[in-house]
């Protein structure tokens, strides 16, 4: 997203653009956005359960990358531009089969990490998430309950 591009205030609804996996499975991109100096991971608030977790959500048809995905989602659910630095790659499914429901299907996870640039005061979803840096340590414990999102987390090149 360049800068000069006015970024949407409006968060993207419902599946009906959503991309689905050989296997069924819903494709999700998210990122893992670290502070400039690695020390520090943003991590938002979820909304169904309230726990911590990382930006992601589902990859769209109109986004020709799994990347484009995760900086949209990036923006719409923390507020952040963020420069991609690495690809973390492709992280399966980790929740049991009583875990998952018709709002929460079997998920494909691809994950990158990702530089914060630049932390708006406004944005989409600012009114159902609040935002918060965590050094390694406290994001793990954070993320203890989400072992997709902590797969990510321990595969990024933050300072531990």
């Known amino acids: 997203m360049a800068a000069t591009q006015q970024l949407p205030m409006q968060s993207r609804t419902g599946r009906v653009n959503q991309r ?28 169904r359960r309230g726990g911590w977790v990382l930006p992601k959500g589902g990859w769209e048809l109109d986004e020709a990358t799994a990347q484009d995905a995760a900086k949209r989602e990036a923006w719409e659910e923390a507020g952040i531009i963020c420069k991609i630095s690495y690809d973390l790659g492709m992280i399966s499914e ?12 079997k998920a494909s996870y691809h994950f990158f990490e990702a530089v914060v640039e630049k932390q708006e005061a406004q944005w989409p979803e600012m009114h ?19 072992p997709e999102l902590l797969d990510a987390l321990d595969r990024c090149t933050m300072h531990r």
């Open 94 to 105: 980790k929740r049991r089969a009583d875990q998952l429901t018709a709002t929460a299907p």
């Open 128 to 146: 159902k998430r609040s935002r918060q840096w965590f050094t390694y340590t406290q994001a793990r414990e954070a993320l203890a309950p989400r």
């Open 20 to 47: 689905y996996g050989s296997q069924g499975e819903r494709l999700v991109a998210g990122v893992v956005p670290l502070s400039t100096d690695k020390y520090y991971v943003l991590l938002i608030q979820s909304t």
